[in-house]
T-cell receptor, first 115, second 111 residues
Framework: GAGVSQSPSNKVTEKGKDVELRCDPI?????LFWYQQALGQGPEFLTY????????KSRLLSDRFSAERPKGSFSTLEIQRTEQGDSAMYLC?????????????FGEGSRLTVL | QKEVEQNSGPLSVPEGAIASLNCTYS??????FFWYRQYSGKSPELIMF????GDKEDGRFTAQLNKASQYVSLLIRDSQPSDSATYLC???????????FGPGTRLSVLP
């Protein structure tokens, strides 16, 4: 389809393991965002890319989290040494314009469960 | 103080009534305001955006913005059971590269 694609849709891992989540934004979209959404909460901003440049990263983001968008297209979010508190839905969103001035289009998310 | 605040609800209204959802924000530099709807287990989808003070209508939905009061609301007329979802308010200040979301208000429309 032509929407934002995220994989895997579900990931169960053990505490201490590393995980990598992938996002394929809508083709041609300049802005790409990662959010973390805990159950019953609103999405919490993690990081923002404008093309391949990571322009903003949440101050709340642990050093265990890192993200890349190497060619300005797909992006990966890596979580090292996962903790149970990392269990959440990870949402990726893209926008056609820079600075996120336009509508955000969300993927279906990657649900991470850390046992 | 959180940057974007909403009542978590649940807000229950009867079918056919007007549902009123409210949102306040703390950053006076905020320029763009968005309402997203999120069904349980699904990703958020855009309902409306508003940039200027006043009202903006789109079908059964009306967004209202008051920058002086740092307040944005969403009215849903003729509420339907299919409107039952969590409504997320999002704010973007145009110079900071992020959208900040509120915690969401859960709306339940009773048939």
């Amino acid at each position: 389809g032509a929407g934002v694609s995220q994989s895997p849709s579900n990931k169960v891992t053990e505490k201490g393991k590393d995980v990598e989540l992938r996002c394929d934004p809508i083709s041609g979209h300049v802005s790409l965002f990662w959010y973390q959404q805990a159950l019953g909460q609103g999405p919490e901003f993690l990081t923002y890319f404008q093309n391949e440049a990571q322009l903003e990263k949440s101050r709340l983001l642990s050093d265990r989290f890192s993200a890349e968008r190497p060619k300005g297209s797909f992006s990966t979010l890596e979580i090292q040494r996962t903790e149970q508190g990392d269990s959440a839905m990870y949402l990726c969103a893209s926008s056609l314009t820079a600075l996120g001035l336009g509508e955000l289009f969300f993927g279906e998310g990657s649900r991470l469960t850390v046992l | 103080q959180k940057e974007v605040e909403q009542n978590s609800g649940p807000l229950s209204v009867p079918e056919g009534a007007i549902a009123s959802l409210n949102c306040t924000y703390s950053d006076r530099g905020s320029q763009s305001f968005f309402w997203y709807r999120q069904y349980s287990g699904k990703s958020p989808e855009l309902i409306m955006f508003i940039y200027s003070n006043g009202d903006k209508e789109d079908g059964r939905f009306t967004a209202q913005l008051n920058k002086a009061s740092q307040y944005v609301s969403l009215l849903i007329r003729d509420s339907q059971p299919s409107d039952s979802a969590t409504y997320l308010c999002a704010v973007n200040n145009n110079y900071g590269q992020n959208f900040v979301f509120g915690p969401g208000t859960r709306l339940s429309v009773l048939p």
